[in-house]
T-cell receptor, first 108, second 113 residues
Framework: SQQGEEDPQALSIQEGENATMNCSYK?????LQWYRQNSGRGLVHLIL?????REKHSGRLRVTLDTSKKSSSLLITASRAADTASYFC????????FGKGTMLLVSP | NAGVTQTPKFRVLKTGQSMTLLCAQD?????MYWYRQDPGMGLRLIHY???????AKGEVPDGYNVSRLKKQNFLLGLESAAPSQTSVYFC????????????FGPGTRLTVL
């Protein structure tokens, strides 16, 4: 069963705009991770945020975690066409459980 | 350093045929995983291994078997393929815990006719 659920399912923006994706989950977690998947490729790890952390940054990525609301958000600032991909959140309890993903399209 | 590799990249089977998918990693990781990805379903864990000689069932293990005879290799077998097993299969590995960052292979696209 899916633990994390991303929202929206699809997002279309222009280059230079910010993209925000959300992830909600149901049970307690050890950490939450975000992955990117380019079409036809394997997943690539972006960032991991532990359950005792509230915010984490990596380059143009900003992740927040609210364990009281069981939700996380991924913000990509100043999006580029190369950011076009599917983004998945994965919740970690005993193993990783992946959501269904958000498809992001960044148009030039 | 190749990371995680998968063989083959594509395969077409007829119903009832068998095959083995090979995953290899050169990062000396203890944990390895097999997932399947279907449209609209995200990734679902089939089987995983916490070390050489060990295997465990994931969310959707039926119809699959696995073996981890060597630390660097994790094999996924389909004994009698069914059309419902048409999917993209991904292998992944992680260092110390199943909740660590996972490193993925490029995937195997399997079609069962």
């Amino acid at each position: 069963s899916q633990q994390g659920e991303e929202d929206p399912q699809a997002l279309s923006i222009q280059e230079g705009e910010n993209a925000t994706m959300n992830c909600s989950y149901k049970t307690s977690i050890n950490n939450l991770q975000w992955y990117r998947q380019n079409s036809g490729r394997g997943l690539v790890h972006l960032i991991l945020i532990r359950s005792n952390e509230r915010e984490k940054h990596s380059g143009r990525l900003r992740v927040t975690l609210d364990t009281s609301k069981k939700s996380s958000s991924l913000l990509i600032t100043a999006s580029r066409a190369a950011d076009t991909a599917s983004y998945f959140c994965a919740t970690a309890d005993s193993t990783l459980t992946f959501g269904k993903g958000t498809m992001l399209l960044v148009s030039p | 350093n190749a990371g995680v590799t998968q063989t083959p990249k594509f395969r077409v089977l007829k119903t009832g045929q068998s095959m083995t998918l090979l995953c290899a990693q050169d990062m000396n990781h203890e944990y390895m995983y097999w997932y399947r990805q279907d449209p609209g379903m995200g990734l679902r864990l089939i089987h995983y291994s916490v070390g050489e000689g060990t295997t465990a069932k994931g969310e959707v293990p039926d119809g699959y078997n696995v073996s981890r005879l060597k630390k660097q290799n994790f094999l996924l077998g389909l004994e009698s393929a069914a059309p419902s097993q048409t999917s993209v299969y991904f292998c992944a590995s992680s260092s110390d815990r199943a909740t660590d960052t996972q490193y993925f292979g490029p995937g195997t696209r399997l079609t069962v006719l």
